[in-house]
């Protein structure tokens, strides 16, 4: 029983991305807040519009420990209306100056599956990181961000472990035959694995991920594989949502992509805690 449980728990790969020439270690796991400036996002706490509940979130990500906001414009929400390209690029022309000007030194990823806007959000308001929820759907966007230099994130929406180190494997080597650094992964937490079954057997078997010796993001928070197994509303998602992050952590995730900054990152304490102190 012992070499099971020691065989499923890791530490994080040990990873520095560039950002803008600043090196981040991802080896010690970080957090990334998510802002929504949309008015239709699966969770309504996460939506802000207006130039002071703008600020006032990036206030709130950056006090309660987050090193990364990410600021999406669309909602991926199933059921979501998908809005055309000029809103999203509208929304995110409005928020990217107000949180720059307030956390000029805060990492800033940009939540989009458009190469388009992946562009104009870093050579025009200084973006720093592309995070992708459609695993590089947009033909143009892998060309992009390579000639960007930007870190990647690259997000699967592949119904199964199996299938996604396929697809994973043979989109970072197109990646990297373009030129791209910096590559970080996301298994796609409820996209394409049903609303339950299908995320908790990928969970199960997320440390296999890195075979892949690049980082991995987690984005778990509040989705409906919580709410939905235990009954519950999104709003009372918390304590569930802090449960798979912390097993997300000893699964061997670099990042977590919460909207509950605090609870995340006393989770990463812990964990980093356990990890210290574990006996060789």
């Known amino acids: ?24 270690d991802l080896g010690q796991p970080m957090v990334m807040g998510i802002m929504n400036v949309t008015p239709d996002s699966f969770f309504a706490d996460s939506r802000v519009q207006t130039e002071e509940a703008i ?14 906001i990410d600021v999406g414009a669309c909602s991926t929400r199933p059921g979501g209306e998908v809005v055309s390209e000029e809103e999203e690029m509208r929304r995110l022309a409005f928020a990217l100056p107000i949180i720059r000007e307030a956390h ?8 989009t599956f458009h190469a388009s806007i992946a562009r104009r959000t870093v050579e025009e308001f200084g973006a720093d990181i592309i995070n992708d929820v459609e695993e590089g759907k947009d033909p143009d966007m892998f060309r992009t961000v390579a000639e960007l230099g930007t870190p ?7 119904a199964n472990l199996h299938d996604m180190l396929i697809n994973f494997s043979r989109e970072v080597q197109e990646l990297r035959a373009l030129g791209q650094k910096d590559i970080i992964l996301d298994p796609g937490f409820g996209f394409g694995k049903g609303a339950v079954e299908g995320n908790y057997e990928l969970l199960n078997v997320m440390e296999r991920l890195q075979v892949m010796e690049l980082p991995l993001l987690v984005g778990i928070s509040r989705k409906r594989m919580i709410h939905q197994l235990l009954g519950i509303t999104t709003a009372e998602s918390l304590n569930g949502t802090t449960v ?17 900054v605090r609870e ?16 060789e």
């Open 55 to 68: 600020r006032n979130r990036a206030n709130q990500i950056i006090a309660e420990g987050a090193k990364i």
């Open 1 to 24: 029983m012992e070499n099971m449980t020691n065989s499923a728990v890791c530490k994080p790969i040990s990873y520095t991305i560039n950002v803008r020439g600043r090196l981040v």
């Open 264 to 279: 995340a990152v006393e989770a990463v304490k812990i964990v980093d805690a356990m990890h210290h102190n574990t006996a």
């Open 152 to 158: 990647y994130i690259l997000m699967s929406v592949a």
């Open 104 to 111: 000029p030194d805060a990492i800033i990823s940009i939540d």
């Open 244 to 260: 798979l992050n912390t097993i997300a952590l000893l699964k061997g995730a670099n990042i977590l992509r919460v909207h509950d």
